[in-house]
């Protein structure tokens, strides 16, 4: 029961599957971008990956319109902006 929020009672929690913790991110690595906070993912921190969709290859669109399986395309997040996790983030939140 959730006093709080009412309107989650009974509600189940939400579970995004990821490609699991990795990191910290080595000195010298090119920043990317998360695709959750928008910020860089920067030395020191850790990330993760989230499956995204098929892309932009004209086969693979084909393939995920008729349910077929394709390759998946990947991006890179934060862990702590997919799991909450601040454990290690080094991620500044503000
Ligand atoms: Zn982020």
Same mark, same amino acid.
């Given at each position: ?8 009672? %009974? =509600? ?5 599957? @990821?490609?699991?913790? $990795?990191?910290? +991110?080595?000195?010298?690595? =090119? *920043?990317?971008?998360? #695709?959750?906070?928008?910020?860089? #993912? ?9 499956? +995204?969709?098929? %892309? ?7 393939? =995920?319109? $008729? ?5 998946? +395309?990947?991006?890179? *997040?934060?862990? =702590? @902006? ?10 500044? #939140? +503000?």
């Amino acid at each position: 029961m959730n006093e709080n929020r009412p309107e989650f009672e %009974g =509600a189940q929690p939400l579970r995004i599957t @990821c490609t699991g913790k $990795m990191g910290p +991110v080595p000195e010298g690595f =090119a *920043a990317a971008e998360c #695709i959750v906070c928008l910020r860089l #993912i920067t030395t020191g921190q850790y990330f993760t990956t989230l499956p +995204v969709g098929c %892309g932009d290859n004209p086969e693979n669109r084909s393939r =995920a319109r $008729m349910g077929a399986p394709f390759p998946i +395309v990947f991006r890179a *997040a934060h862990f =702590a @902006c997919v799991t909450g996790d601040e454990s290690e983030s080094m991620l500044s #939140i +503000v």
